[in-house]
């Protein structure tokens, strides 16, 4: 079946460093691809997503390329802010309309000043 | 605000009390979700469904019930739960015409 794997977390940066969570994926054909983010105490929130191969999603300084090639589609921001401290999902949904949206564990990220 | 509302957004009940959980869309999507998030477990999918028919239940135990009476309006009801049931529950909903989901901030659930 369709599965997500993101890395292990927590991550723990200082501000303005790089960052990069990465976010594979198992599924047949074109899935549409998501990163959500979940601050605390709240719901997830969409970031950004990608619905074809090759397509770069971005919001608020992250961005994630859709890669068919190595079935991928990492998340990074070049400078990270102690706002950014959230917990961070990688998603997919089947190629198809499925309903069924897929998730990954989740990576914590603390960034501190 | 995310066009999902759920309520209450906090609740505790022991565990002979009956309770509902709600979730009200006002985005004109067909398909809605419970989903559960406990900690240091990932995001479980408990229930689906699309245009008011249940069209996925993820081995759920009995003791939660869902319901939904239109496409805007899904309930989850609870009755004799475990402390293990403590979680936040989340719902979402989406659309044939947009891939993503939406979701609602969710209900902090503590079951004593």
Known sequence: GDSVTQMEGPVTLSEEAFL?????????????????????????????????????????????TYRKETTSFHLEKGSVQVSDSAVYFCALRAQGGS?????????????NP | ETGVTQTPRHLVMGMTNKKSLKCEQHLGHNAMYWYKQSAKKPLELMFVYNFKE???????PSRFSPECPNSSHLFLHLHTLQPEDSALYLCASSSLSHTEAFFGQGTRLTVV
Request: glycine share 10%.
């Open chain 2, 54 to 60: 249940q069209t996925e239940n993820n081995s759920v």
């Open chain 1, 20 to 64: 990069t969570i990465n976010c594979t994926y198992t599924a047949t054909g074109y899935p549409s691809l998501f990163w959500y983010v979940q601050y605390p105490g709240e719901g997830l929130q969409l970031l950004l997503k990608a619905t074809k191969a090759d397509d770069k999603g971005s919001n608020k300084g992250f961005e994630a």
């Open chain 1, 99 to 111: 309903e069924k949206l897929v998730f990954g564990k989740g990576t914590k990220l603390t960034v």
